[in-house]
């Protein structure tokens, strides 16, 4: 990391510290940190929440099951067709789910 060694004072209206802490808070990001990543032009994405990250692994545990039922059905010859259904529903739903809570 860069040596800061450079101190910066200036003003802004009750308005723009507003905007400054928001975007603070959005981002999980110091104010400081936040003003220095537009200087660098760069995006700010709003800090994903611990539900998000939780439900994201939801997805994955019910991918890694799912696959192990089809290499299962590959290895057998036979195709488990109610246990994906029931995999492909838990699926389905956790999309919606997702889908209002996020998007």
Do not use: H
């Not at 802004?12 to 507003?18: C, N, Q």
């Not at 220095?36 to 994903?48: A, P, V």
């Not at 991918?63 to 067709?81: P, R, T």
């Not at 492909?88 to 996020?102: A, G, H, P, S």
Request: charge should be positive; glycine fraction near 2%; hydrophobic fraction near 30%.
């Amino acid at each position: 990391m860069q040596e800061r060694i450079i101190k910066k004072t200036f003003r802004m209206t009750p308005e723009e510290e507003l905007k400054l802490k928001e975007m603070s808070y959005k981002s999980g990001l110091s104010e400081s940190a936040v003003i220095r990543t537009c200087l660098e032009g760069t995006t700010l994405k709003e800090n994903t929440s611990k539900d998000f990250w939780l439900e994201l692994r939801r997805l994955n545990d019910t991918a890694n099951v799912m696959k192990k039922v089809m290499e299962k059905s590959l290895e057998d010859g036979e195709i488990y067709y109610n246990d994906i259904k029931i995999y492909y529903t838990q699926l389905k739903k956790f999309i919606d789910e997702v889908r209002k809570k996020y998007l």
